[in-house]
């Protein structure tokens, strides 16, 4: 299970701080009943694995995906989906250009 703290670490680690601000987002609304177990980028999105299932949580995490695709992974700043290093990423102009 991911706690807050955890949570920001597994980004960093990731390479994705620029999604700190949905992740804030999203721990200030999680319920104490459901647990984060994993978090990840894929396809370019922000991905988050909770048990067991809830569906509004299940709603949120679908809203915070949608507006992962908008923001740099790396800064926050506004972006757009790239192809780098063989995979789908959301960056600024910026960093996809780094
Ligand atoms: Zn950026």
């Known amino acids: 299970m991911l706690n807050y703290e955890a949570a920001l670490q597994v980004l960093a680690n990731q390479n994705l701080p620029g999604w700190q601000k949905l ?3 999203f721990y200030d609304q999680l319920p104490p009943s459901v647990e984060v177990e994993a978090l990840y980028q894929k ?7 909770i048990y067991p299932d ?10 915070l995906e949608q507006e992962s695709r908008s923001l740099c992974e790396r800064c926050g700043e506004l972006a757009k989906e790239v192809q780098k290093n063989g995979g789908t990423h959301t ?3 910026f960093h996809a250009n780094l």
């Open 54 to 63: 809830h569906p509004e949580v299940a709603r949120l995490i679908d809203q």
């Open 23 to 25: 992740i804030t987002r």
């Open 43 to 49: 396809w370019g999105g922000l991905h988050i694995d």
């Open 91 to 93: 960056l600024c102009d």
